[in-house]
């Protein structure tokens, strides 16, 4: 099969959220601390009438729907999460229920959990399954989704909740690059959830940070060196002054992340103008950006506290970021972080910026990042053909009206809220009590958990 890759997709968000200026207020924080410290406008969240399972149903019924995908026409579903509500019993077998009515059982693929990876993890097997001699023609299915919540303190302003739902197959709208993926992963304790009975996770924010920098750092130079060992899978035949040339940054028209919180992303496409300079001095020293010659011979694993070297690299970067990164961030700033959801709803902002005429064969660079570690640097390319990406396109429209209709809800809301889930994560009997009027259409919600902690929903 020929040019894999991303077909359709769909994101699905709570219909409420907080307002970031609110919340300064409401925690007492410095104004600007959240908006522009942190970079996020709004956060959206949910109540008891939500789980992990929920968000998927809601996501993956309205992909096939607008698409208008037959339920027997997947062969393939995989879900990366690291929302857990049983330690066995996978998501993806409650997303049979979708498939139930058309018969089809024969669907391969379970679940990957990683922090934020799993979304990542999932759209490679997917894609390798394409690929690979067990194809049988069908599509594939990839659900990224979390619900992504902290407990009070510096970090929960930085969660969200939010779940994407991706239709892969040949002669797709967005199509991924063949051997070019790097990827960098070890053992840290930057943040984990090793306390099966909190939706919490234990954070080390500051550790954190560093180590998605670093890892950026690994996945970078692996990148581009295969990039460069792998030209023809990467550049236009037809255009000949650039098989000669090196393959660097400036290839890319969109660079997109996983966005924890945005101002973590604008810090990266700075360290990235290092990373892109010291390979290009390695190549040519003349090429070597002159207002960074203090940096020329820079040790990046003594870098990452500099900030000097930030607020520099900031500055060199700013027009690199207002192209090619800020268009990607509009879901990011609007929702917060979305986990495994977090990048790939990062590549719908990015889409949804533009037009068809002006997307078509656009170069894209993505870094996935969970922490643990696992981290992951691919590229792909949007396909030239309009009828295409006008599809996918044409599936996004309601994503805009949809963020326009939620309700804005005070802080003292949001964190009864959070204390609710909090004191009924998990417990069975549980009727939920969260109001299924503020649900938007199409949206799956729990009716009931029984005392054998079996769970059924229903659907506005
Ligand atoms: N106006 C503007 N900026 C402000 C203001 C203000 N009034 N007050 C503070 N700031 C800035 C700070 O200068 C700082 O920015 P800088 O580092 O660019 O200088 C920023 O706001 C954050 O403030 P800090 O006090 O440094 O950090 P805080 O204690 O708020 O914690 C953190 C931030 C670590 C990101 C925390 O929210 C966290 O732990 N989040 C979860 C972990 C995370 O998201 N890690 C990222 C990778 S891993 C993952 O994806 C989960």
Not at 64 to 86: A, N, R, W
Not at 379 to 400: C, E, P
């Amino acid at each position: 099969p020929e040019n894999v890759g991303i077909i359709a997709m769909d994101i699905y968000f709570p219909s409420s959220y907080v307002d970031q200026t609110d919340l300064e207020e409401f925690n007492g924080v410095s104004k600007g601390k959240y908006t522009i410290g942190l970079g996020q406008l709004k956060m959206g969240f949910t109540d008891d009438r939500e789980d992990i399972s929920s968000i998927c149903l809601t996501v993956t019924e309205s992909l096939l729907k607008k698409y208008q995908i037959s339920p027997v026409d997947i062969g393939f579903l995989m879900i990366g999460t690291e929302t857990i509500i049983d330690k066995s019993k996978s998501i993806k077998t409650v997303l049979m229920d979708l498939f139930k009515d058309s018969g089809n059982t024969d669907i391969e693929g379970i679940h990957a959990t990683n922090a934020c990876y799993g979304g990542t993890a999932s759209l490679f097997h997917a894609i390798d399954w394409i690929e690979s001699s067990s194809w049988d023609g069908r599509y594939a299915l990839v659900v990224a989704a979390d619900i992504a919540v902290y407990a009070s303190g510096a970090a929960r302003p930085t969660g969200g909740c939010g779940a994407v739902a991706m239709l892969i197959g040949p002669n797709a709208a967005i199509v991924l690059d063949r051997k070019v993926r790097s990827t960098y992963m070890a053992n840290v304790y930057d943040f984990y959830k090793p306390d099966l009975s909190s939706e919490y996770p234990y954070v080390d924010g500051p550790l954190s940070n560093q180590c998605y920098l670093q890892a950026l750092d690994q996945c970078f130079n692996l990148y581009f060196d295969k990039a460069n060992r792998n030209r023809d899978e990467l550049l236009n035949h037809n255009n000949h002054s650039e098989q000669q040339s090196m393959i660097e940054l400036s290839h890319f028209d969109g660079i997109i992340f996983h966005a924890p919180y945005c101002k973590l992303v604008q810090k990266s496409v700075a360290r990235m103008h290092l990373l892109n300079n010291l390979r290009l001095q390695a190549h040519d020293p003349s090429r070597f950006d002159t207002k960074l010659e203090k940096y020329r011979n820079v040790k990046l694993e003594e870098s990452y506290n500099d900030r000097e070297m930030e607020k520099l690299l900031l500055t060199l970067s700013s027009e690199n970021f207002n192209k090619r990164t800020d268009p990607s961030l509009m879901l990011a700033r609007e929702i917060g972080n979305m986990y495994t959801a977090s990048l790939y709803a990062c590549v719908i902002s990015f889409i949804l910026s533009d037009s068809v005429e002006n997307l078509t064969d656009k170069r894209l660079l993505l870094f996935s990042y969970g922490s643990g570690l696992a981290a992951s640097m691919f590229s792909a390319r949007v396909t030239k053909d309009k009828a295409i990406l006008s599809r996918l396109m044409k599936g996004l429209t309601d994503v805009q009206p949809r963020l326009q209709q939620r309700q804005r809800v005070p802080p003292t809301k949001f964190e009864e809220t959070l204390n609710l889930r909090e004191k009924t994560h998990n417990i069975a009997p549980y009727e939920p009590t969260g109001d299924v009027s503020s649900l938007m259409a199409g949206t799956y919600y729990i009716t009931d958990i029984n005392q054998k902690y079996h769970r059924t929903y229903s659907k506005v």
